[in-house]
Structure formats: C-alpha cells, structure tokens
C-alpha cells in the first residue's frame, strides 16, 4: 500500500522558517518524481515544486522561487520541503504528491497519491 505521511508543520511568524518532511513507503521512491503542492484556506490546490527521481533537477513556483528548497534521501524515502522567509499569505494544507510518471507535473489531475498533509500558518 502506498503511503505518504508529511510531518513538520506547525505556526511560524512571518519572516520564520518550517521543514516539512513526507515519508514514502510501498512503492519505489527513488523511481519517482515527487512534489509538494499546497492548498490556502478557500482556495484551489497550487503547486510548490518538484523534484526528479535522483534529486539532481527541481523547479519551483514562482511564487516561491529563492525561498523554498525541495529536496530528497533515497535512501531514507524521505522528501523534504526548507522554507524560508515565509509569508501570511502561505498559510495553507501542505502535501506531498506522487506524480503519474511521465505526466505534466503542473497538472494536479495526473498525480495519482497523495498525503493527508501537514498544517503551515504564518501569523504574528
């Protein structure tokens, strides 16, 4: 069964910085392309960025574009999203998601899993 679990949100203020962490498990990570995608409250999901299968290629959003670093532990199955300087209006449900392989990333209808996600707010 495929899981993936996100962990490390929580409150931050502006300006402050979050590790978000999603553990794979049930499938071949190191074979997949992985994104992070985010959805603000009232909002539709947006994605953040992704990262190829041997975590030599990422792309960004450019929304978050010199603040965000997505990153990768094959080894540990492990996906990771280092946020910094973060914004109010970046409070949202964070997800970690498998592309469909192959598919246009930016298309959230071709990812095929997801996890529950894990809470950022950025409020002073």
């Known amino acids: 069964e495929v899981q993936l679990v996100e962990s490390g949100g929580g409150m931050v203020q502006p300006g402050g910085s979050l590790r978000l962490s999603c553990a794979a498990s049930?499938?071949?990570?190191?074979?997949?392309?992985m994104t992070w995608v985010r959805q603000a409250p009232g909002k539709g999901p947006e994605w953040v960025s992704v990262?190829?299968?041997?975590?030599?290629?990422?792309y960004y959003a450019d929304s978050v574009k010199g603040r965000f670093t997505i990153s990768r532990d094959n080894a540990k199955n492990t996906l990771y999203l280092q946020m910094n300087s973060l914004k109010p209006e970046e409070t949202a449900l964070y997800y970690c998601a498998r592309p469909v392989p192959g598919s246009d990333y930016s298309d959230l209808s071709r990812y095929d899993y997801w996890g529950q996600g894990t809470q950022v707010t950025v409020s002073s």
């Open positions: 049930g499938f071949f990570f190191s074979n997949y392309d």
């Open positions: 990262i190829n299968t041997g975590g030599g290629r990422t």
